[in-house]
């Protein structure tokens, strides 16, 4: 038997081993080879295997390559003024300027030991030095969850950021853009206090190729504006007691929004008494509650009363209104028939030809000394005398006709939307 060695190339490690070998020269005896001992197999400590598992996991870390785009999950290793060290498992540290940091991550908060999601965003050719970027990882995951919304039709909240020409600019983890015009139902005046707010948005519009996302707000008030609309149409009742909030304000009447639907109250159902100008009674932004007087589904209209919440004049001032009483009243209207007078707030009275003199004239808003004739607490109609110089039976008082809309008196003709 001759010993003879040769030589095995391992090619993970570049290097060469000698193997011991030897060659059988003479024929083997089959029953001394089979007498003799099986060769012992060497023990394999656990210490080689760890030893092994270990140089093969740094082997497989080597063949890692790091490119430019990926996005990875580093460890805050130092910081200094203006950039972080950040250790993302290559073979060295990247660099991370504090201006690739997004707004909404403060760089003093950070510290030794935080992890950051971050992109590669680039390699120096020369030294290999990793630059990353906390920022654009950011957007880039933004963007995926910003698709998501606009597949499926869902609100994100984002905080204003910036004013530009046409609207504002919000962080959704990225950068969008909401036109002036679908911020809210109604024109903004003054952008710049937006800033800093936070809006709910949906997707309206996706630039795949810019990575750009147009928002609006507007869509999502209008769609929530539309379900209180369906859900007020449908318990919204004649005779109800609601609650509203005056919106605008017309010659003829206050608008009040009752949770989706606005309602009219005419002038002459804002107060007993009588007035010029809804702004005499209310102004825009009072609460207010309301009785609905009238209401139609299908025009969505609806017509409000403010004064039968008010305590009624009728019964507030019963103390005054009986025969005979004399009161200083107020002119309202001037005609050639009768003069009509308010007698106490929210009560008006007539006073016919004959029972005033012709000769004088009166004008609105003067203020006379009114006896009480006749009072009809079921038709609430009051006639009076300024100066008694004819005399006109009761009955006939009543058959005297009103111009314009008054009557009975004391109370004016409803008015519908």
Excluded: C
């Excluded at 023990?43 to 270990?54: F, G, I, N, R, T």
């Excluded at 990225?174 to 952008?191: D, K, T, W």
């Excluded at 147009?214 to 869509?219: A, K, M, N, T």
């Excluded at 005609?335 to 007078?341: K, S």
């Amino acid at each position: 038997m001759v010993p003879r060695l040769s030589k095995v190339k391992n090619t993970n490690e570049g290097s060469y081993r000698t193997i011991s070998t030897t060659l059988d020269l003479e024929p083997q005896d089959p029953q001394a080879q089979a007498a003799a001992p099986a060769p012992a197999v060497p023990e394999v400590h656990h210490e080689e295997e760890d030893q092994l598992a270990l140089e093969q996991r740094l082997y497989e870390e080597s063949l890692k390559v790091l490119d430019e785009g990926q996005v990875l999950t580093g460890v805050i290793v130092a910081k200094y003024q203006d950039e972080l060290l950040v250790d993302i498992g290559g073979k060295s540290e990247g660099i991370l300027p504090f201006r690739e940091l997004s707004l909404a991550i403060e760089p003093k908060e950070l510290k030794v030991g935080d992890t950051l999601e971050v992109m590669i965003h680039r390699i120096d050719d020369q030294d290999g030095q990793l630059y990353l970027s906390e920022r654009r990882a950011r957007a880039l995951k933004t963007w995926e969850k910003v698709i998501e919304a606009h597949d499926n039709d869902e609100v994100i909240e984002a905080t204003v950021t910036q004013v530009v020409k046409g609207g504002v600019l919000v962080d959704l983890g990225m950068r969008g853009f909401v036109p002036a015009s679908q911020i809210r139902r109604q024109p903004v005046g003054n952008l710049d206090e937006l800033v800093g707010k936070k809006l709910r948005l949906k997707v309206i519009d996706l630039d795949h190729k810019r990575h750009r996302v147009v928002l609006s707000q507007r869509q999502v008030l209008e769609e929530e504006l539309n379900a209180k609309k369906q859900e007020l149409l449908g318990t919204l009742q004649v005779g109800q007691i609601r609650e509203g909030v005056v919106v605008r304000l017309a010659e003829f009447g206050a608008f009040v929004d009752l949770g989706g639907i606005d309602g009219l109250i005419h002038n002459s159902e804002l107060s007993y008494a009588r007035i010029k100008h809804p702004s005499e009674v209310v102004k825009i932004g009072d609460t207010v509650s309301v009785e609905v007087m009238k209401f139609d589904p299908e025009a969505k209209k609806v017509s409000l009363s403010l004064k039968h919440a008010l305590p009624d004049p009728w019964v507030e001032h019963a103390d005054k209104l009986w025969e005979g009483n004399k009161l200083v009243a107020q002119v309202v209207k001037v005609t050639p028939n009768y003069l009509l007078v308010e007698i106490v707030p929210g009560v008006l009275a007539m006073v016919p030809k004959g029972e005033f003199d012709a000769s004088v004239q009166y004008s609105p808003g003067q203020e006379v000394e009114v006896t009480l004739l006749t009072i009809n607490h079921g038709t609430r109609r009051i006639t009076g005398s300024i100066q008694h110089v004819a005399d006109v039976a009761p009955e006939e008082l009543d058959q005297i006709p009103l111009e314009d809309g008054f009557g009975p008196i004391g109370t004016e003709l409803q008015q519908t939307v």
